[in-house]
């Protein structure tokens, strides 16, 4: 499959927001057939979907397969908006809830996916959104559940987001994010992977201040968080942080803490399962193809129960 070709874009209005216009764009493989099992696959930070071999593998194993571009990331991007930003999680449960209305017309069964970021906001999405009662299965690669920082630096970096956000709703910091994980991606450096270098830079975006708020404070509502579909964790073995680019970085995930996950994942929800995937990166389904192969069947014979 690929994406020019094999998918269907459709650009959903939303309402507007302190940016102006905004939109999403759903996302459905053309290959679908309707009255089966489906998947719905929201993308992390600084990202956007480009994964047509993850629903290659969806549709082997029977299910079709929908994805999300968030507003203000990947192709929902408009002129006048900052990439990548928000003041509050729950800004995207309108999308999300807009597909799952979009896919129920067609599903048996629909399992939530999401990725880091993304992880996080579909947590929160299956504790307070709106249509959460229409999935039947949370699953979270990589899920971003914590800063990976010291205890120190997660301080700090509160105040100073707090005072920062408080003088201009779009203060920043550019070059936030190391460059290292996607030169460990894209095929022009060191990966196998072709994405929109507009899309996802190599250095990211820059920061913003009141994003920084808003990720925190969903990360603490999942203190309370009480998911009641079953719920499957998936992340590395490793993690490292990289200045620069080493064999480390395609057998670890360098961007997040794994034992966060360890830590928080259980306490989700009801029913959790962990799987740790051995020399994953932090996007576990761009790992080398034998550990993601190996992802795949994992997460599929966990699917086959739920």
Not at 80 to 104: G, K, P
Not at 155 to 163: A, I, P, R, W
Not at 260 to 279: A, F, R, S, Y
Request: with cysteine; hydrophobic share 40%.
């Amino acid at each position: 499959m690929d994406l020019e070709n094999d998918f269907i874009y459709e650009t959903i209005d939303l309402e507007n927001d302190y940016d102006g216009k905004v939109v999403s764009t759903f996302i459905s493989s053309k290959r679908n057939t309707g009255n089966r099992k489906s998947v719905l696959y929201v993308h992390g930070y600084v990202d956007y979907f480009f994964h047509p071999h993850m629903a290659e593998e969806f549709h082997a194993n029977d299910f079709d397969f929908f994805a999300i571009d968030l507003r203000k990331y990947g192709r929902s991007i408009l002129p006048h908006q900052h990439e990548n930003y928000c003041r509050d999680v729950e800004e995207y449960f309108e999308e999300i809830s807009i597909a799952l209305q979009m896919i129920d017309q067609k599903s048996s069964k629909i399992y939530l996916m999401g990725h880091s970021t993304g992880g996080l906001i579909v947590s929160n999405y299956m504790n307070d959104g709106m249509n959460k009662e229409m999935v039947d299965g949370l699953i979270l690669n990589s899920p971003f559940l914590e800063f990976n920082q010291s205890a120190i630096e997660k301080t700090l970096s509160y105040l100073l987001s707090t005072v920062m956000g408080s003088l201009s709703a779009f203060s920043r910091i550019n070059g936030a994010l190391s460059p290292v994980y996607a030169q460990s991606l894209h095929k022009d450096f060191f990966g196998e992977w072709d994405f929109n270098l507009n899309w996802k830079p190599i250095k990211g975006f820059p920061a913003y201040f009141k994003w920084i708020l808003a990720i925190r404070m969903g990360q603490r509502k999942l203190k309370d968080s009480n998911i009641q579909v079953p719920v499957l964790l998936i992340h590395s073995s490793g993690s490292k942080k990289l200045k620069k680019y080493t064999e480390e970085a395609t057998k670890n995930d360098i961007v997040l803490n794994i034992q966060d996950m360890k830590l928080i994942g259980p306490k989700l929800g009801v029913n959790v399962q962990l799987i740790e995937i051995k020399d994953g990166v932090h996007d576990i389904f761009l790992s080398k193809k034998g550990v993601r192969t190996k992802a795949f069947k994992e997460m599929f014979s966990w699917l086959k129960d739920k």
